[in-house]
């Protein structure tokens, strides 16, 4: 192993790569501070090399910001619009910051990336077992720790606090992620402590109960088996909607799904997260229709949509977001915005075909289900990490050796 003293900038480079792949055990207010530190790396490796930017990389993964950057030209809530520019910054600071390796680098990268996404793996299950375990033996009983965790990384953990929806798309992606690794490891004792660790895994998602995460690993597991077309194929999806059907069986979850079929007018909101979003996209549909092309901009978007609240539904929160990042596309910048990201996206899609890029393509089609239901581009603990793994993914489309 090699000693502080004998790194070079690429190892440097290296370590702070882990420490993003980690970066779920870091507060809110440090999580920035590992990003800038990386990125500095990255420069100050740039500076002391052959020059090289990969334009197409950066042009295609920044195309649908830009869009959100020309929505400032119709705007007038400019507070409001550096500050969610900020939140989603990491859709241009990242991109930049891949495009800046080379060849080498992405090789490199490719050939050990197991290690990173086992930084990833470790990293959420240390968050969620440690917290869970820390607050049963010292707060709760094990019944009332399972029906009141959610709340507890919410509110009780301070700076580390996450929402329910995020820490269960981080399970989700772990599990994927482990998916990724799990033929390549050799020794039968590793892949039985993967195994343990994915079956604690869906434990925690069964308590976070959220619909989108769930439907999204269901879906793109499928989608996976299927674009891989291997040996049993049957298997593998029987065992997958088996395995959903399980998880739809217990009860927390199964009242979670069974909100849907409770609506009865959309004047009445229920007392579940699905009557809530029936409102909330009624709202947002009445408005998009008023400015479908262009939309409102991103200073403004959010204060229509506070405005629609209190007019058709004064017992609404008014800080409810729209809860769909494709509405909010719209929202934001009418239907050239979503025409922007679908550019992105078909692109990023198909030279991942080309490439025949797995990784690249279960996370887009991961995220791309989870946007369904969720603004995760407008939350830091959305838009850091779907740029980020987009980014680190999509690096193994550029590699001519491949």
């Known amino acids: 192993m090699k000693s502080i003293k004998s790194l070079n900038k690429f190892d440097i480079v290296c370590f702070f790569l882990a ?82 390796f080379n060849s080498a680098d992405r090789i490199f990268f490719s050939k050990n990336k197991n290690l990173f996404l086992s930084i990833y793996i470790l990293s959420v299950f240390l968050f969620n ?34 929402h329910p929806i995020y820490l269960s798309i981080h399970c989700c992606l772990a599990i994927l992620f482990s998916a990724f690794i799990f033929k390549d490891i050799q020794k039968k004792n590793l892949k039985i402590i993967l195994i343990f ?29 299927l674009f891989e077309n291997k040996k049993n194929v049957k298997i593998k999806i029987i065992s997958i909607i088996t395995l959903s059907l399980l998880l739809l069986l217990i009860p927390k979850t199964r009242n979670r799904f069974s909100e849907i079929f409770t609506i009865k007018d959309s004047k009445s909101i229920e007392s579940n997260s699905f009557g809530v979003r029936f409102v909330i996209y009624k709202n947002a549909t009445e408005l998009i229709t008023k400015s479908p092309f262009f939309g409102y901009g ?17 017992s609404l929160k008014v800080d409810y977001n729209a809860h769909n990042q494709y509405i909010s596309f719209i929202l934001v910048g009418g239907s050239f915005l979503l025409l922007l990201y679908f550019i992105f996206l078909f692109f990023n899609v198909k030279v991942a075909i080309k490439k025949r890029n797995v990784h690249s393509l279960i996370i887009l089609c991961f995220y791309s289900i989870v946007m369904l239901s969720e603004n995760i581009l407008e939350r830091e603990n959305g838009v850091i990490f779907f740029s980020f793994f987009l980014c680190f993914f999509s690096l193994n489309n550029y590699n001519k050796h491949e």
């Open 19 to 100: 420490l993003l792949f980690a970066l779920i055990l870091l507060p809110s207010n440090f999580k920035s501070i590992g990003i800038l530190l990386f990125g500095i790396s990255v420069l100050l490796l740039t500076f002391n090399r052959k020059k090289y930017f990969n334009t197409r990389f950066f042009l295609l993964n920044t195309i649908f910001f830009f869009g959100i950057i020309l929505t400032l030209s119709y705007t007038s809530n400019y507070d409001y619009a550096i500050l969610k520019l900020q939140t989603m910054s990491s859709l241009l600071v990242f991109p930049f910051l891949f495009s800046l």
């Open 129 to 162: 077992t440690v917290i869970f375990l820390w607050f049963y033996l010292t707060h709760y009983s094990f019944s009332d720790i399972f029906f009141h965790f959610h709340r507890v990384i919410m509110v009780d953990i301070g700076n580390f606090g996450i």
């Open 197 to 225: 660790i994915n079956i604690v895994f869906l434990f925690f998602l069964i308590i976070y109960a959220r619909k989108g995460p769930l439907l999204a690993i269901i879906i793109t597991s499928l989608f996976w088996v």
């Open 298 to 314: 991103i200073g403004d978007y959010n204060d229509k949509l506070k405005e629609s609240y209190k007019k058709n539904n004064p």
